[in-house]
C-alpha cells in the first residue's frame, strides 16, 4: 500500500463551503452625528481586514433631531456594504425589530455605536450562531475572562440587575443588557412578535423568552469600555426594567410567553447506532432528598427543643449536605435557606396532633409540594 498517496489530502477537502451564513450588524443611533462615522468606518475596516463571512452593516436612525441621518445616508453612499434607514419612532428594541424583521441575512447582530466591546470578540458570537450550535449568543462583562472598566454606579447597578434575573427568573445568562448580540434570523423573528418592549428592555425580554422556550443562549466573555457620552439614563432604565420584569413574569405564568419556534430534536448521527430507552424523568423526586434528610434530622432534634428551633437546626443540617453537593452562592443558598425555614416552620406549626412523627411528616409534605411545583415550571418552561 501507497502510505503517501493515502496521506496525502483529497481535492475535495481542500473545497470551499458551498455558502457561508450571511451577517447583517444592525447599529441604533440616536443623535449620534459626531460617534457615528468613526464607529462605521472603524467597524468596516475591521470586517473588511478578515471577516470569514459574507457582512452588511446597517444604520438604524431611531428619531434623531440632529445630523444624524445626513451622516448617515453619506456613509451608505462612501461604503458598498453600509446600508441605512431611518425611523420615526425612538427607542433601540424598535430599531432592532424594525432591522431584523426585514433583513436578508441568516444571522442579524447588533453592536452599540460607542463600540464599548472589543470588536475581536464579534467572529466568536456569530460563529456560535452561525454553526448552528445555539439559536443566540451575547457578549458579557461578568463572566470569568471578561473584562471591564466602567464606574462603580453603572457597576453596580448592573450587577444587582442580573443577579435579580438569576435568582427571581432561574436565568442561566450572566448578562442581559451588553450591547453586542446575535442571533439566527428564523428563530429571532417569532420570538420578536412577543417582545412588546421597544426600549432598552428589549434585551433582557428577548433572552427571557428565549430560555423560556428552551432555546440556547451561548455567552462570549468580553473586553469592554465604559463610554462616557453614553445616552442611557440609568436610574430611569433601571425603573423601566422593574416594570417590565413584572410583565413577563406574569406572560409566563399565563402561557402567553409560549413561541413557536423551530429546533429539531437531538438525533444520532452515526446510522448504526444502538439507541436506549428515554431515561424517566426523575427530577421531582432527587430533589425531595434534602426533604427527606432535612424530616429525619427534624426527629431527634424535636426531643430536645421546640418545633420552630428543632425546624431551623435540621434545615441547617440538611443545607449543608446540599450546599456541599451543589457548590451553591453563600447569598442563594441563605436565599433558599430562609425561604425553607418560612414554608417547612409554617407546615410544622399548622399540624393538629403534637409530637416529632407528625410534625416530621409535614415537613417532608412540604418538600413533596415544593418539588412538584418545580416540577411543572421546568416543564411549561422547556
Not at 6 to 22: D, H, N, Q, W
Not at 188 to 195: A, D, E, I, S, W
Not at 295 to 305: D, K, N, Q, S
Not at 359 to 369: D, F, I, N, T
Amino acid at each position: 500500500m501507497d502510505t503517501r498517496a493515502a496521506m496525502e489530502p483529497s481535492p475535495r477537502v481542500l473545497e470551499p463551503a458551498a455558502r457561508p451564513a450571511s451577517v447583517d450588524i444592525v447599529i441604533p443611533v440616536l443623535n449620534e452625528e459626531r460617534a457615528l462615522p468613526g464607529c462605521v468606518r472603524t467597524l468596516a475596516a475591521y470586517l473588511d481586514a478578515g471577516f470569514p463571512l459574507p457582512w452588511r452593516i446597517t444604520i438604524v436612525d431611531n428619531g434623531s433631531t440632529d445630523g444624524t441621518w445626513r451622516v448617515a445616508t453619506a456613509l451608505a453612499g462612501e461604503l458598498e456594504q453600509v446600508h441605512a434607514r431611518r425611523l420615526d419612532i425612538r427607542g433601540r428594541g424598535a430599531a432592532l425589530r424594525a432591522a431584523w424583521q426585514e433583513s436578508p441575512a441568516d444571522v442579524v447582530a447588533y453592536m452599540d455605536v460607542d463600540l464599548s466591546t472589543d470588536l475581536d470578540a464579534l467572529f466568536p458570537l456569530v460563529a456560535a450562531v452561525a454553526g448552528g450550535h445555539s439559536e443566540l449568543a451575547v457578549g458579557t462583562r461578568l463572566a470569568p475572562g471578561a473584562r471591564t472598566r466602567r464606574s462603580l454606579r453603572r457597576e453596580v447597578v448592573s450587577r444587582g440587575y442580573n443577579a435579580l434575573l438569576r435568582h427571581g427568573f432561574g436565568v442561566r445568562f450572566s448578562d442581559a443588557q451588553c450591547g453586542f448580540k446575535a442571533a439566527r434570523t428564523d428563530v429571532v423573528r417569532p420570538l420578536m412578535r412577543k417582545v412588546e418592549d421597544d426600549s432598552w428592555f428589549f434585551d433582557t425580554e428577548l433572552l427571557l423568552l428565549a430560555e423560556h422556550n428552551g432555546l440556547r443562549v451561548h455567552e462570549v466573555p468580553v473586553d469592554w469600555i465604559e463610554d462616557a457620552d453614553s445616552r442611557v439614563k440609568v436610574v430611569r432604565t433601571a425603573v423601566d426594567d422593574l416594570k417590565g420584569l413584572a410583565r413577563v413574569a406574569w406572560s409566563m405564568s399565563t402561557g402567553r410567553a409560549r413561541v413557536q419556534v423551530r429546533r429539531p430534536e437531538p438525533a444520532p448521527a452515526h446510522p448504526d447506532a444502538v439507541l436506549t430507552r428515554p431515561m424517566l424523568d426523575i427530577s421531582a423526586f432527587i430533589a425531595i432528598v434534602p426533604g427527606i434528610l432535612h424530616a429525619l434530622a427534624y426527629l431527634p432534634l424535636r426531643e430536645m427543643w421546640s418545633p420552630a428551633v428543632a425546624n431551623l437546626g435540621a434545615l441547617l443540617l440538611a443545607g449543608i449536605v446540599r450546599v456541599t453537593a451543589r457548590r451553591r452562592s453563600a447569598l442563594r443558598a441563605a436565599t433558599r435557606c430562609a425561604v425553607l425555614y418560612a414554608l417547612t416552620t409554617a407546615a410544622v406549626l399548622c399540624v393538629p396532633a403534637e409530637g416529632a412523627a407528625p410534625e416530621s411528616g409535614a415537613v417532608a409534605a412540604a418538600y413533596c409540594l415544593l418539588a412538584l411545583l418545580r416540577w411543572v415550571f421546568s416543564r411549561t418552561r422547556n
